[in-house]
Antibody, heavy 116, light 106 residues
Framework: DVQLQESGPGLVKPSQSLSLTCTVT?????????WNWIRQFPGNKLEWMGY???????SYNPSLKSRISITRDTSKNQFFLQLNSVTTEDTATYYC?????????WGQGTSVTVSS | QIVLTQSPALMSASPGEKVTMTCSAS?????MYWYQQKPRSSPKPWIY???NLASGVPARFSGSGSGTSYSLTISSMEAEDAATYYC?????????FGSGTKLEIK
């Protein structure tokens, strides 16, 4: 069974970088699928942030393109989100998700607060 | 970007009642995807490629539509269906979500 688990700091200071890890078990991130990051703001709006494909190519939401980077470590079967120059507007629950349809599998989410 | 407008934003239904919610796209999309979310849980895939039920989704659910107009229907409301439902398009980057329809049980 494919499982995804987000991890990372729950509190980030404004202007710093937010870094999260998604650890995948039960499936190799190099086999297939796009490996996505999605966030949900207070108030419940959902935003697709970007993905890294099984081949390593990336696609980003243009609204984030100057600040976002998604990378991976295939040896650990993990992929990562880095979001630079965060503001309080980046406070959200961050999810990683993947699958063939195309987001069958979701992590449980990790809450990130941007505050000084 | 393609804006998805869901209506109504909030609705309630009695057990056994038929429920329909809609998702309108600002530009034509090839397919629509739906997710169910309950409080303190991640979104769950619910309907994919407009009309296909995800694994474990009861047969009382159905999806339909094309172009800019899509809908999710519950043939007979049950208490466990109370949740927020989000539509999403994968036709054009950014892959946007609707703002959700919150469905409550009467």
């Amino acid at each position: 069974d494919v499982q995804l688990q987000e991890s990372g700091p729950g509190l980030v200071k404004p202007s710093q970088s937010l870094s999260l890890t998604c650890t995948v078990t039960g499936y190799s991130i190099t086999s297939d699928y796009a490996w996505n990051w999605i966030r949900q703001f207070p108030g419940n709006k959902l935003e697709w942030m970007g993905y890294i494909s099984y081949s390593g190519s990336t696609s980003y939401n243009p609204s984030l393109k100057s600040r976002i980077s998604i990378t991976r470590d295939t040896s650990k079967n993990q992929f990562f989100l880095q979001l630079n120059s965060v503001t309080t507007e980046d406070t959200a629950t961050y999810y990683c998700a993947s699958g063939s349809r195309p987001m069958d599998y979701w992590g449980q989410g990790t809450s990130v607060t941007v505050s000084s | 970007q393609i804006v998805l407008t869901q209506s109504p934003a909030l609705m309630s239904a009695s057990p056994g009642e038929k429920v329909t919610m809609t998702c309108s796209a600002s530009s034509s999309v090839s397919y629509m995807y739906w997710y169910q979310q309950k409080p303190r849980s991640s979104p769950k895939p619910w309907i994919y490629l407009t009309s296909n039920l995800a694994s474990g989704v009861p047969a009382r659910f159905s999806g339909s539509g094309s172009g800019t107009s899509y809908s999710l229907t519950i043939s007979s409301m049950e208490a466990e269906d109370a949740a927020t439902y989000y539509c999403q398009q994968w036709s054009s980057n950014p892959f946007t979500f609707g703002s959700g329809t919150k469905l409550e049980i009467k």
